[in-house]
């Protein structure tokens, strides 16, 4: 393989050391999730390949296709296939379904600057149980209200966590107004459980906390005007344990370039008490329960 040296040595191997870091981290995942031994070694093994490699991935690919990865030292068709894809989209699928089967806390945790007492205020409070939801949260304003996030803390965990998640730059700041209206969000939500109680939505199987590989869960498409929705139960771990999961609603809306989430639930205390309510926009939902006539506070 050619060599290289000198100061352009970091920015070509960009890839080679994010593709490393990302299968030490598949490696460990593995691991915690019990699975076969010699797998997760092989991830650690490509790791050390790539780390001592003097020749960018990309370059590799061009000249010599994927049967070029595969004569590289403890590389062989399987990491070589997930090295191509990776460089090709960005995206490693097999450390993302790990990380989904990852139990919400050890998530939390896994992100520099977040410790266990950290990760149990968040999961708590905030109702966080994975990486995507702390980064909507480090950017709508929910993490800056939590006592202890300065500006500096808060930048540090967007850049761990956009990293994390294998993005170039963190998502732009939304505008407030961006968001779905509170009374549209409880609409759809309505309308996702009433047509689920009567059988008449379609049923996907989740690929996770599903060991049986069944079709339960029930998806609703909806759209009010331009904005898209797409709703379904959680099926996140907390939701299992708790016994909500025909109760937390997770709702996904798209209108142009703008997207994101929601979870709808059923609150259990304070004023909101027996009402849906969309968590982290209590307050807004204080004032459209009051604005109904049906909130007495």
Same mark, same amino acid.
């Given at each position: ?23 030490? =981290? ?17 991830y650690r093994q490509g790791a050390e390949t790539l780390r001592r490699m003097r020749r960018p991935v990309e370059e590799i690919l061009r000249a010599e296709g ?19 894809? !990776?460089? =090709? ?73 956009? =990293? ?27 309308? !996702? ?35 898209? !929705? ?27 370039a703008d997207r994101g989430q929601h979870t709808v639930v059923t609150a259990t ?12 926009? =209590? ?15």
């Amino acid at each position: 393989m050619s060599g290289t040296t000198g100061h352009d040595a970091g920015p070509r191997l960009a890839t080679n050391h994010a593709i490393a870091d990302r299968f030490l =981290e598949t490696a460990r995942l593995l691991d915690d999730q019990g699975a076969n031994p010699f797998r997760a070694r092989a991830y650690r093994q490509g790791a050390e390949t790539l780390r001592r490699m003097r020749r960018p991935v990309e370059e590799i690919l061009r000249a010599e296709g994927i049967q070029g990865l595969e004569r590289l030292p403890a590389i062989g068709r399987g990491l070589a296939a997930v090295i191509r894809d !990776y460089v =090709e989209t960005r995206r490693m699928p097999i450390q993302e379904r790990l990380r989904e089967r990852q139990e919400p806390l050890a998530a939390l945790r896994s992100v520099p600057g977040i410790g266990p007492k950290l990760a149990e205020r968040l999961h708590d409070e905030l109702a966080i149980e994975t990486l995507e939801e702390l980064e909507a949260a480090a950017w709508d304003g929910r993490l800056a209200r939590l006592a202890g996030f300065g500006d500096r803390r808060l930048a540090g965990i967007r850049a761990a966590v956009a =990293e994390r998640l294998g993005r170039r730059r963190p998502p732009p700041e939304r505008p407030p107004a961006a968001e779905p209206p509170i009374g549209e969000l409880l609409e759809v939500d309505r309308e !996702y459980r009433q047509m689920a109680v009567a059988h008449r939505l379609p049923k996907v199987a989740p690929s996770r906390m599903n060991p049986l590989h069944r079709a339960w869960l029930p998806i609703l498409h909806t759209h009010r005007g331009a904005r898209r !929705y797409t709703a379904l139960f959680s099926n996140t771990p907390r939701a299992h344990e708790l016994g909500r999961t025909r109760d937390w609603v997770v709702v996904y809306w798209e209108q142009g370039a703008d997207r994101g989430q929601h979870t709808v639930v059923t609150a259990t205390l304070g004023p909101l008490r027996s009402r849906r309510v969309v968590r982290g926009r =209590e307050a807004e939902c204080e004032e459209y329960y009051r604005g109904l006539g049906a909130l007495v506070l």
